[in-house]
């Protein structure tokens, strides 16, 4: 049932949808995500700027890619190869060069439309801008739900597999010890809030994240002379020109979209959950910044795993060898049996930030529909079991409750992107307009969305005393073509 429901979502819906709305998105943005390229890293000056108790920029951007980071970025990418053959990684890059749009647009909507908390704090994402952007909170529920078992359950499964099966293969640890072992640990963590969570983010993620890369570039470099025919390798396997790999360029494709999707997850409606928390000045500098997020998951990390993996020399086409087995058996062979247990210790660390995060996903998600709190514990004792479940499945199960899940996640927040375009690219022209008036540092006007259901809490109407601009009538005379 599990395949059935796959090939559905996969092969019929999602490849569709993901590539042809984030091709839509990018061309009727003009190309948003490498127009503002430049100013991601501008926007970090002020990403350490925010009142006392809020989440920064910065932090809510290590949250992203703490969340990012993870199975996906060393077993997935073996899973891609294996299946799809080389070729796979090229459609991962498409899938997350179009994606940075969709990131871009789910992230701002997510902070245009975040709500106040009791405790001063914010909450936002997918739910939230389908209840006050769409008016259907029905809709809202149904996503919250789907984002509750996917990060919640299915992919704290996969990544608890992922590290379980890895700690085996490098130390001969029992797969159950280490699924008991990261129990305890989120045990303990998930009651700490998102404000300890993203503490740990902000040092683990840049650091696990350089030292990942700079092994990755040592292996590259220790091969240099083969990284043309290897990247030639990817493009042809990419349009079914090497006929060594089954499947040719549909596998590719297919796993090419799916392993990227897991690996950076835009347009799936996770991000806007932790980039609503940050404390900004427009929405759409949220949305810059976020976007940069999938960059630096699928651009830069993803093909690390994927050059190590070719450059070994270890892959073949048919061998059994896979997951994140694969990557450190590739890793071993260039700089010796070190490099496996390497692998595990930027594994564990990866995993441990990304089943936090995803605890977190999950908790949002059901405080979208109660504020009861028994609810919130037995969330928590659910995720305890799935953690250590996943820890002695097998590879296919896991993989497959995950991508059913993730798969209806992203056409429910797809279809609420593609309704809710309108009002993503009116955000965008005000910044732009502010942009090309010489703001240095736009700032939301909520009178220019007064039509809109935006919390006044969040969105407060600026001072009387201020000069005002009408930024709505400059953006619409430059955009008016």
């Known amino acids: ?110 902070q245009l439309y975040k709500r106040r908390e009791p405790d001063g704090g914010y909450r936002g994402g997918p739910a939230f801008y ?62 700490g809030g998102i404000k300890r969570i993203a503490k740990i983010a902000d040092v683990l993620v840049p650091t696990m994240a350089f030292a990942y890369i700079a092994m990755a570039l040592f292996v590259i470099g220790s091969n240099v002379d083969a990284v043309p025919a290897t990247l030639s390798l990817i493009f042809n396997s990419a349009f079914g020109l090497e006929p060594a790999f089954a499947g040719g360029i549909g596998a590719a494709i297919l796993m090419g979209v799916k392993r990227g999707l897991f690996s950076n997850e835009a347009g799936l409606g996770s991000a806007p959950n932790v980039a609503a928390v940050a404390e900004v000045k427009h929405p759409v500098a949220q949305g810059i910044v976020q976007s940069l997020s999938v960059f630096i998951d699928t651009i830069i990390l993803c093909s690390c795993t994927a050059l190590i993996i070719l450059l070994s020399g270890v892959y073949q086409p048919g ?53 009861k709190r028994w609810p919130v514990q037995v969330y928590r004792v659910l995720v305890v079991g799935l953690v250590l479940w996943g820890s002695v499945q097998d590879l296919g199960t896991v993989f497959a409750f995950a991508d059913v899940t993730m798969g209806l996640l992203a056409i429910a927040n797809l279809v609420a992107l593609a309704l809710l375009f309108k009002v993503g690219l009116r955000l965008m022209r005000d910044y732009d307009s502010q942009i090309k008036a010489g703001v240095e540092s736009p700032v939301l006007d909520p009178k220019q969305f007064a039509d809109l259901d ?28």
């Open 1 to 110: 049932m599990l395949d059935i429901l796959n090939d559905l979502i996969w092969s019929k819906l999602l490849i569709v949808m993901l590539i042809g709305l984030g091709l839509y998105f990018t061309v009727a943005s003009r190309f948003v995500q490498f127009r503002y390229f430049g100013s991601m890293f501008r926007i970090f000056s002020e990403a350490f700027q925010h009142q006392p108790g809020q989440l920064s920029s910065f932090q809510a951007l290590m949250l992203s890619v703490a969340g990012r980071v993870g199975a996906g970025n060393i077993a997935g990418v073996s899973v891609a190869i294996m299946l799809g053959g080389p070729g796979a990684i090229f459609w991962m890059w498409m899938v997350a060069l179009v994606g940075m749009a969709t990131s871009y647009f789910e992230c701002s909507l997510a």
């Open 130 to 191: 389908i209840e006050h952007g769409l008016g259907q909170r029905w809709l809202g529920i149904v996503v919250s739900l789907l984002l509750l078992v996917t990060f919640g359950f299915g992919f704290n499964a996969v990544q608890s597999y992922t590290v379980a099966s890895s700690l085996h293969d490098t130390f001969g640890l029992p797969t159950y010890l280490s699924g008991i072992a990261l129990v305890v640990v989120i045990g303990l963590i998930i009651f």
């Open 319 to 371: 061998m059994e060898v896979s997951g994140v087995i694969l990557t450190q058996t590739a890793m071993a062979s260039v700089v010796g049996e070190w490099g496996r247990v390497f692998v595990s210790v930027a594994l564990l660390l990866f995993v441990f930030t990304t089943l936090i995060y995803n605890y977190y996903l999950g908790e949002n998600a059901l405080s979208f529909f109660t504020s």
């Open 454 to 481: 935006l919390d006044p809490d969040v969105w407060p109407a600026r001072p009387t005393s201020q000069p005002e601009v009408d930024l709505g009538k400059i953006g619409d005379s430059v955009y008016q073509r």
